[in-house]
């Protein structure tokens, strides 16, 4: 199940640059580019005439991208406006386009009923984008699995027990945790606390700490797929969990993942930090160790999706840690049936 009309990741603006750029989200093929403008466009990667992707032509003066196979062109509004062989264009030799924004770092993109785009309800991922205050690095890795399958993931973190030991997780994230569950305007807020506990390898590498630590983990969900987690910890004994949470680390793990396919996903993350903003290696330090758990993650993700594919077997059995989950389950549900609704009062 896609949800369309709603704000996704395309691509990092560093993937797109002056070649036509091809990916496929929400289950269609879309094509990329820059125009002489920098700004980006979006279209059908697919040519109306023969159905060649145009992603495999070029681009002409950077505003318009010629099929490889016949040499048909077309602008940015996807109209054709050259047809070598001949005078006359049909109308109809047109390709989609989608609305695109360029926004922290990233290019969004809108699927869904044109009418129904507003660029405000792009979820705030500032952090990638304010250099002054936030070090911030990203990637985003294909993964073989279902989307939801990694909404799941981003909102249990127990798993880091037993996951993630040589990274960000140790025994006390699942066993010693205080979660609190709670809606938001549009999604799912989760609050974790483990209080007095070791600091897990990551926080000892990024924090130095020599002492317990008082850990927190909010897990911000909007739908469809956006996971803004703030996360950090301070010595033990300096005033949290209602101080002012000073002396330790903070960071920011930023999610946002597209459908590429049913089986297949496209992760965009990042992992921002407001200590040692301006050195590099700082940066760097900590995105290699998150890179580090998601793969473990990722491996997780594609086994679930083989066996799903093969047999998905009874019904899933739920524990308590699946609260937040199960909300915003319920929410995605919500949101399908009412775009379905919506489908079906016009005839779609
Ligand atoms: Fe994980």
């Given at each position: 199940m896609f949800l369309r009309n709603h704000w996704y990741v395309a691509a990092w603006d560093y993937e797109i640059a002056d070649k036509p750029f091809a990916r496929r989200l929400l289950d269609e093929p879309v094509v990329l580019f820059r125009g002489s403008d920098g700004t980006v466009t979006a279209l059908e990667d697919r040519c109306p005439h023969r159905r060649a992707p145009l992603s495999i032509g070029r681009l002409i003066a950077g505003d318009r991208l010629q099929c490889h196979y016949h040499g048909l062109e077309f602008d940015r509004s996807g109209q054709c406006v050259r047809a070598p062989s001949q005078a006359d264009i049909p109308a109809a030799m047109r390709a989609r386009t989608y609305r695109v924004v360029e926004r922290y770092h990233w290019v969004w993109i809108w699927m869904g009923d044109p009418a129904l785009a507003d660029e405000a309800d792009i979820p705030d991922f500032h952090f990638l984008s304010t250099p002054d205050k936030w070090g911030a690095k990203g990637t985003v890795m294909h993964v073989k699995a279902n989307w939801q399958l990694i909404v799941d993931n981003l909102l249990d973190l127990t798993h880091l027990a037993t996951v993630h030991v040589t990274t960000i997780g140790n025994a006390a994230i699942a066993e010693k945790a205080q979660a609190r569950v709670s809606r938001t305007q549009k999604g799912v807020l989760m609050t974790r606390w483990v209080m007095n506990a070791p600091a897990p390898p990551t926080y000892v590498k990024a924090g130095g700490f020599t002492t317990n630590v008082d850990r927190w983990q909010f897990i911000d969900f909007t739908p469809p797929a956006f996971l803004r987690l703030h996360v950090g910890g301070v010595p033990t004994g300096t005033g949290a969990p209602d101080g002012p949470l000073e002396g330790g680390i903070h960071m920011r793990n930023l999610n946002a993942i597209t459908p590429e396919t049913e089986t297949t996903s496209h992760y965009f993350w990042a992992q921002a930090h407001?200590?040692?903003?301006?050195n590099p290696a700082t940066t760097e330090m900590v995105f290699g160790q998150v890179r580090e758990a998601f793969l473990e993650d990722v491996a997780i993700f594609e086994a679930q999706q083989r066996i799903i594919e093969r047999d998905r077997g009874p019904p899933e059995v739920d524990i308590a840690a699946d609260a937040a989950q199960i909300q915003a389950r319920r929410i995605l549900a919500q949101l399908y049936e009412s775009e379905r609704g919506g489908d079906r009062a016009v005839g779609r």
């Open positions: 407001d200590f040692d903003i301006h």
